[in-house]
């Protein structure tokens, strides 16, 4: 059976790391039917559109949908982001961002083994808020965060969800209850209502400025972490910097139902300062892809790409190298 994969290279160095993840996921022998889509930044800048109404309604069709990274710096800060990126999480309600982080035997932080749970589609980035007076002395902006409790529980039933098939059993909360007050209460509390249903389930809470320091300082403590948006964004990349460097730091944007596609991209972006030159670390994406097939149920294929990707932990190399060390090892 062959998977229909909608493949978004996007702008700078996406294109070349999704290459290789593709031809990693090919030499483990699974069939991709792969269809490409220029979307992103250079798009918009040759043909002024962000993401059509017709390829939008095309990708709901696909299996699952494999994304390198989108943004170049001659586009204004959010017209990609909000328009592409953010739009799919919301249009195909990728309720779910999974972030796993974890550092093989021999690295810094060894033994590291946490993951991510960060809500996908509310909180600051749902887009709540507007100008008042804007470029007048007087001006005024707001920005709110929007919390549902149908949004926020699920995503917290998710974490518990994915807490049971792990060892260690434990879900810690990060937030700033102390301080957001009507937003924190509304995650502690639907924290809470599930953690009752879920006795085998051991349960922490920590204000997100202390868990910056415990993720420097001792990440090996956290089993899965579940917040919100935007403080799941800032702590993945922290995530990404104390288990191995954002190179290696892989996301699945998840739409749990299967009302639709998932999407699964690195969490780097299109760094466009190396974009060409062949150094891009294609670990992030393969191992996106990674989380792709698991998703679509090729477990074992998945874990033969995991073992080799483990195997080549210390290869150095050029994008292409490292990805033909890896496919050379499946
Ligand atoms: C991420 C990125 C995005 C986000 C940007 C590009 C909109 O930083 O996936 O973490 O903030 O979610
Ligand atoms: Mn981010």
Redesign the pocket.
């Known amino acids: 059976m062959s998977h229909h994969i909608a493949v978004i290279g996007g702008d700078g160095i996406g294109p070349e790391v999704v290459q290789v993840a593709l031809d990693v996921v090919r030499a483990a022998g699974v069939s991709l039917d792969a269809a490409d889509y220029d979307l992103g930044g250079s798009r918009y800048l040759r043909t002024g559109e962000v993401l059509p109404d017709s390829v939008l309604d095309e990708l709901r069709d696909f299996d699952a949908i494999l994304l390198g990274a989108?943004?170049t710096p001659e586009v204004p800060p959010g017209v990609?982001?909000?328009g592409l990126?953010?739009r799919l999480?919301f249009e195909l309600d990728l309720y779910v961002?999974l972030r796993p982080f974890r550092c093989g035997p021999g690295r810094h932080n060894d033994g590291v083994d946490f993951l991510v749970v960060?809500e996908?589609t509310e909180g600051a980035?749902a887009g709540e808020g507007g100008f008042l007076r804007r470029g007048t002395p007087l001006e005024v902006a707001t920005q709110g965060s929007v919390n549902t409790r149908t949004g926020v529980e699920r995503c917290i039933r998710y974490a518990f969800g994915l807490a049971r098939s792990r060892d260690r059993r434990h879900v810690t909360l990060v937030h700033k209850t102390n301080v957001l007050t009507f937003a924190g209460d509304l995650w502690q509390r639907a924290f809470d209502d599930v953690a009752l249903e879920h006795p085998e389930i051991a349960t922490a809470y920590h204000h997100v400025d202390a868990a910056c320091i415990y993720l420097v300082q001792d990440p090996g403590r956290y089993d899965v972490i579940v917040t919100d948006?935007?403080f799941?964004?800032i702590l993945?990349?922290l995530g990404g910097a104390v288990a191995g460097g954002v190179g290696r730091a892989a996301?699945a944007n998840l739409n749990p139902s299967r009302s639709g596609p998932s999407l699964f991209?690195p969490?780097h972006?299109s760094a466009p300062d190396i974009a060409g030159t062949g150094t891009a670390d294609p670990r992030a994406a393969i191992m996106s892809a990674v989380m792709m097939l698991e998703f679509l149920g090729e477990s074992e294929p998945a874990s033969r790409i995991r073992k080799a990707l483990a195997e080549s932990d210390d290869v150095a190399g050029s994008t292409s190298e490292v990805g033909e060390a890896i496919a050379g090892r499946i």
């Open positions: 989108v943004g990609i982001e909000r990126l953010l999480r961002n960060r996908n980035y948006n935007l799941g964004d993945t990349d996301s991209e969490v972006g």
